[in-house]
Each structure stands twice: as C-alpha cells, then as structure tokens.
C-alpha cells in the first residue's frame, strides 16, 4: 500500500499522467499491448518509487521502505537522467549505454514506453505549470532547476 | 554536388526532428513486422506516414519508406499493401530487400522508384546489376563488409547510385544473411524485422556485476554502473575453448560493442561515387536524430568546400562510447 | 524424400575430402554438391580434388552440382563464378549475384544461403532457370510447407535443412582470424586446425555457436530426425545433410533408413545421440522456436 503522504504526490502526478493522456492520445496507442504494463520508476535521488500504470492513468509514489509493488518493468537512475529521457533531450539507448538508466523485467515494455514518450514531444515545463498548487509541485520545480544547472541536459524546449 | 544525406526516424517526432536537423531525406517504416526496425512503440500508422511525407515535402525534405522484410510465406499481401500504401502516401521510393518483393513492385507500380535495402545484400557488381537491370532498381545500400576501395571499384561497374552507412549500429555479419537472432530467440531481422528483440532481453544483477541475457543466454556481462551495451547477439562477450589451432579466448569473438562513426572518410565516399550518406538508428530518440543529423550536415556541407571533418561531435551517443570505421579499413577484416 | 549431401563447411587437407566423397558413393545419398561456398582463400588449396570427386560420385550414380562462394567480393571470386558456370557441371548458387553468369536458358540450382522465403521469391528464381531450392534453415514448417507447395507447381524440388551445424551469417571480417589477433588477410589458414569449426560458449560455459572462418554456425547440429513426417508431408523432395568429421556415412544410412519408413523418429535420435557422443541437437527451427532448442 502506498504511505498517505506519497498517495498526495501520487494523485497530483496521475492528473499529469490523464492530463498528458487526454491531449495527447498517440502515448497510448503507441503503447500498444504494452498500456497495461506497469512501471515501477525508481528515481534514486527522488524521495519515493512511481508506479506507472498508462491503461488506469495512474500514478502511484511508494515509500521505499516498503516492499516493492508487483511491477512489469523497471527503471531506475537519478533524476536528471529520467527527466532527460522525458523531455526527448538525450537519447534513451545512449542513457542505458552509459549506465546513467538501467532497467529491468519487461525490456520490451520498456521500449514502448521510452518511444512513445519519446514520440510525445512532452514539454515538462508546460506540463508542470497545470500542476501548480500541488505538493510535488515544489519539490520536482527545485529538482529540474537543480537537474538541469548540474547536467548541462536542457531541459526546456528549443525551437531549433 | 553535395552529398545526400540519408536520416532515420522510427517516430513522426523523429521525422520532424531530422528535417529540421537538415536531412535531405528521411526513412521510415510501418508500424509492422514489413521492416526491419520493427520494435515495440516505433514506426509509423498509415496516417502518420502520409502527414509525414507531406511535412518533409514542404521544406524540401524527401521521405523513403523501408520495407525490408522477407515477406512471409503464405502472407506476401501483407507486404504488396505496404508498397502500395508507401507510393498512395507520396513516398519519394521503396527501399526493398526480397527479390519477389521486388519483382512484385516493379511489375505493379512501374513509376515507383525502388532502392535496394542493405538487407538484399548486394556486395558485388554483378549482384547489383542483376538487381538494376531486372527490375530497375536505382539504388543500391552497400552492404557494411565493404571498404572504401571495394566501394570506388564498385561504383566503376555499375550505373545506379550508392548509398553507404556514415554512422550508427554496426552489423559485423552480411545483412539480411544472418540467423543468429532467430537461433538464440526464434526471431530474426529477415523473418520479423527485429535483431536480438527486447522481448527476449533480461538484465539481471547478479553478484554485484549486471547480467545481459538473450533468449536466456548470458550475452555479457559488466560491472554494476558500468557502460552496458545493450546485448545484440554478435557484440556479445564470449568464451571460445582451447582448441587444436589455439588457446581460449574469452572477449568480443566477433565485433566490440562499437558503433560505426566514418565523418572522416566522407570526403573519401564521395571521391568513391557514393551518392548518398545513411545514418543508422530509426531505434534512437529524436533527441539522437537531431544532434547526429545536424553533425553530418555540418561535415557534408565541409566536404563540399573541402574543409576537414569535425571530429569526435558525437562520441556520447554511440553504444559503448567508442566509434569504428568499420570495414570500410581493410584491417578491420 | 531423398538425401542431398551439401558443400563441405570447414578447410579440409585434400585427403580427407578424398576419402570423405569415396565414402559418400558409397552411400544412398541421392545427390551431391561440392565447392567451396565459404572462403575463397582455401579453394586452390583443395580444388584438384574437384574433377576426381566429380567422377567417382557420377560413377556411383550420384548427381553433382558445384557451388559457388556465399559471398562474393573480390574479382578473383566473381571469376570462380564465372568458370563454374563454364564448367557444364550444374551449379548451386549460394548467392544472387552470380546469376549474372548463368548461360542463357541453363537451369541452376539454389543453396541455403540465398534468401527464398515466399512463393514471390521462389517464382521469380523459377523463371530465371531454378530447378531446385534448399530454403534457408531459419524457416518455419508453415513457410516450408507453402514454398514446396508453390515449388510444385513452378517445376522447383524443394529442400531443407536436414542435419548438421545450420549456417547462421557469414561476414566479411574472419573470426578464426581474430581470434588469433589476425587480419583476414594474414590468416594463415588457422581454420584449417579446427576441421569441425571452433566452439563458442557463453561466459557461463553454455555451448553456444561455432565459427568456421567468415561463417558463423550454430553449435548444435540440426536435426530433423523428429519433424520428417511433416516434411514429408509438406512436399518437400529432399532433406540436405551437411558434412563434419567422423562416420559421416553411418549418419547418411541413418536418415536413409528412416526416410525408408524403417527406423522410427525416436529411434533416429537415439542412433544420432550413439553415433555423435560429443554432439547436441537442435530442431526449434521448423517450429518456429529458437534454432538451438534441443531436439527430442
């Protein structure tokens, strides 16, 4: 069971998740057979796992204290990595190669995953701006500042 | 003239990013087993491509669409509607590898232009010109076995363009001639579009050290946070017994897990007749596609003046971080 | 069904390719192919064996066909092609290109490297001459099945692979050679010292694949000891068994007995597993399965 101080994370991050979902619906088709798959996100500089489950549009933060939640795969790796992958900054395959991503179970679900969000051209910026007023808002604002001063990843789009 | 160059995109957001990027010409596949690159979450639907081609045709981009496949026995109408849905869509060519394929094409679509995939494995004159002169095909993508000399000597004998890979993965087997895949998972590139598929893929810690496993077999293994390759068959690490003509050897038996960088042979290709530049990787994010294409841009645009290459731009995003020229080097054999 | 014997894979002294083809008249293999479908570097090596072998096999009732290189390179390799056709001895292709030599109207054979997987393929190769195709190992029984079918009725007998260390990919680098810190071209012939190919495993000791010079073969030996029926079944008019080392006429009278209805499958495996002690068998191919799947 998720801790009662990480479901409020939980439910602000699965309005992102149906937020992307609902204007952007190509994430799910691309998807395919994987949108039932689940994602455990293990962000080792974050204060709790995610679980990503597309087809139920939701998003659940665990405590890490707790036994992990039956997951199909799994990715872990600091934020700034993760946060490059989602924004389409730097190539997924380049972060696994360095070792700065590493996955686990369902490979091929990881796959879909990264190239449908990959496809997606999410804008975090943009996104993070409907999620205000919420209490992850403020902790994943300072880490993106703080990911993106320390990384050099641009983490905002360009128009090239 | 300046050298073509050719860009992957397995994504509507690739394709984009590669025009933008100053690709002359982008290719792209369906969203089935028709082409080579055919993994989970990437290609392209039928709508998708046409919005595709069209968008690359506005800034004077041209789109080939690969559909490179061995058609399936018993299924080959899978294939035929996949050309017939590249030309409807404005596709500038197919690229094709299965000769009754491409009979298929030449006799139904005459006005099609028909490139010759990789994977026909035309590593010969004579090969190609079979191909040219039975069914008007007017490019050939070299197969990655040859060098730079076998390709100027090649491009003596026959009448019809050539393409090279410049940069990206790097088969070290004869494309489209390789079962490897399918004898370790049941799934091969020619059969089903995919090399050693991440369906069969399983990374496992093991003893402090990460575990790359194909099909349940151990394919390497390397030091937790350690650059891990990704385990494709051939660039496995392996153990090859003592034996009559030796003593053990355990190593990459077959190809370091490099990736191919030939920046500083372009000027040598285009001395050799190669008409166009094929990157590798509709696999890699757009994010990939916009930074090597913009490289190669600057390097083809270099050559044209006489410039000298760039080096070492692209060093982060090749497989284990270190870039081969390949067989197009003699010593490389 | 009958038998074919294919092209020997490995760099063999000429006097073991002597004995090897007076051994295989012996046998009620039904045809023969010769040639060197892998290095041309080995070729001069053994090629004044061809002529004898080519005699005493027709004498045995045998028919003969040569085989071209897999893969053609170099100038010197496109002219072995060239000569082989001039030869008047059928010739097997073992890749596309050489049809550029095929004198007008002459009928050729296909080797299981040239890539036949549709009835597409197969057709068009059927009007350019072909009279007979071994399909690439990899297929499945549903594929196999749907090619003999259209061989049928193109006028093309078709093969499969029926025993032996499948041919997995050929490259232009040489891996005998790496393996000794080599270049191709200053190998030295090492593959020469390994007549059954050079065993790979895993890192963890799994039998895994074999390297027989720029080829790369699976470990296992294919078998089809198991799947006959099928393929009987299917249309198939031939099962290819490729040579190695050792008693191979002991195995050719096996897969002949059984082909006669008078050795069971099960029975098969079991004299295959007696006769090669060392070996393993595979058949996941033809079920569509991974190639290396044990047999049996």
């Not at chain 1, 619906?25 to 796992?49: C, E, K, M, N």
């Not at chain 3, 006097?15 to 290095?39: P, S």
């Amino acid at each position: 069971m998720p801790v009662p101080a990480a479901s409020v994370i939980g439910f602000a991050l699965s309005r992102l998740l149906r937020r992307i979902a609902a204007h952007k619906p190509a994430i799910l088709g691309r998807l395919g057979a994987y949108q039932s798959a689940r994602f455990l996100i293990d962000v080792i500089d974050g204060p709790a796992l995610l679980l990503i489950e597309p087809q139920a549009q939701r998003i659940t933060a665990w405590s890490r204290k707790r036994p992990l939640p039956p997951h199909d795969a799994a990715i872990r790796g600091q934020l700034a990595a993760f946060l490059a992958m989602l924004h389409g900054s730097e190539d997924g395959d380049a972060l696994f190669f360095s070792g700065d991503l590493e996955i686990a179970g369902d490979t091929s679900a990881v796959l879909a995953f990264r190239n449908a969000l990959d496809d997606a051209e999410l804008d975090l910026t943009e996104e993070l701006a409907t999620l205000s007023r919420s209490p992850f808002d403020g902790w994943l604002r300072r880490a993106f500042a703080l990911a993106e001063s320390r990384t050099g990843y641009p983490l905002t789009r360009q128009e090239i | 003239m300046m050298m073509e160059l050719v860009c992957p995109a397995g994504t509507p957001a690739a394709l984009r990013a590669a025009v933008e990027a100053g690709a002359h010409t982008v290719y792209c596949g369906f969203a089935d087993e028709t082409n080579a690159r055919n993994f989970p979450g990437l290609n392209f639907s039928r709508e998708e491509m046409a919005e595709g081609i069209a968008y690359a045709k506005a800034r004077g981009a041209k789109v080939l669409v690969a559909i490179n496949t061995f058609p399936r026995a018993g299924a080959q109408a899978l294939w035929h509607r996949a050309v017939a849905d590249a030309k409807d869509a404005g596709a500038h060519a197919v690229i094709l590898a299965d000769p009754g394929l491409i009979a298929h094409a030449a006799e139904t679509h005459p006005d099609l232009r028909l490139h010759l995939s990789v994977q026909a494995a035309a590593a010969n004159p004579d090969a190609i010109n079979l191909y040219a002169e039975s069914f008007g095909i007017r490019r050939v993508v070299l197969p990655r076995v040859l060098t730079v000399e076998e390709i100027t000597a090649i491009n003596r004998e026959i009448d019809i363009e050539t393409e090279v890979f410049a940069f990206g993965g790097l088969c070290v087997m004869a494309e489209g001639r390789c079962s490897l895949s399918s004898w370790a998972t049941g799934l091969s590139p020619n059969m089903n579009g995919v090399c050693s598929p991440a369906s069969h893929v399983a990374y496992v810690e093991q003893d402090g050290q990460n575990e790359a496993r194909l099909g349940g077999y151990l394919i390497h293994r390397t030091p937790k946070g350690a650059p891990a390759p990704y385990p494709t068959l051939c660039k496995g690490c392996f153990t090859a017994p003592a034996t009559a003509s030796g003593p053990a050897q355990t190593g990459h038996l077959f190809e370091d897990p490099v990736s191919l960088d030939a920046t500083e042979l372009i000027p040598r290709l285009q001395k050799a007749g190669v008409t166009a530049l094929k990157i590798e990787g509709r696999q890699r994010s757009r994010a990939y596609v916009a930074q090597v294409v913009r490289a190669f841009r600057a390097a083809v645009e270099a050559a044209e003046t006489g410039a000298p290459m760039p080096t070492g731009l692209l060093a982060r995003l090749t497989e284990g971080q270190s870039a081969t020229t390949g067989a197009y080097a003699k010593t490389w054999r | 069904m009958d038998l074919t014997i294919g092209p020997i894979a490995f760099f063999w002294p000429a006097a073991q390719l002597r004995d090897f083809y007076q051994m295989i008249a012996a046998t009620h293999a039904r045809r023969v192919v010769i040639g060197e479908w892998v290095c041309s570097k080995r070729l001069p090596f053994w090629q004044n064996e061809i002529p004898q072998a080519i005699e005493c096999l027709t004498a045995a009732g045998k028919e003969v066909s040569l085989s071209t290189l897999a893969l053609i390179t170099l100038k010197r390799e496109r002219r072995q092609a060239e000569e082989l056709f001039a030869s008047g001895v059928p010739v097997e292709i073992a890749d596309l290109g050489v049809l550029k030599y095929l004198p007008e109207g002459a009928a050729f054979q296909v080797g299981p490297t040239v890539n036949v997987y549709n009835e597409g393929t197969l057709e068009w190769l059927a009007r350019k001459g072909a009279t007979r195709i071994c399909l690439p190992p990899e297929l499945p029984l549903a594929s196999v099945t749907t090619l003999a079918q259209a061989g049928l009725a193109a006028g093309v007998a078709v093969e499969v692979w029926g025993h032996g260390r499948a041919p997995l990919a050929i490259s232009g680098r040489c891996y005998h050679a790496r393996l000794h810190e080599r270049a191709k071209d200053n190998c030295q012939f090492v593959c020469g010292e390994d007549p059954d190919g050079r065993d790979v495993e895993t890192l963890d000791g799994q039998s895994f694949l074999t390297v027989n010079g720029v080829q790369t073969l699976g470990h296992a030996h294919t078998t089809v000891a198991l799947q006959m029926a099928e393929l009987q079944a299917a249309g198939v008019a031939s099962l290819r068994l490729s040579p190695h080392p050792g008693d191979f006429a002991a195995i050719v009278d096996l897969y002949d007995r059984a082909l006669q209805g008078l050795t069971p499958g099960s029975e098969t495996m079991t004299r295959l597993r007696e006769l090669m002690p060392q070996a393993s068998f595979a058949d996941g191919f033809l079920d569509g399965q991974p190639g290396l799947r044990e047999a049996g």
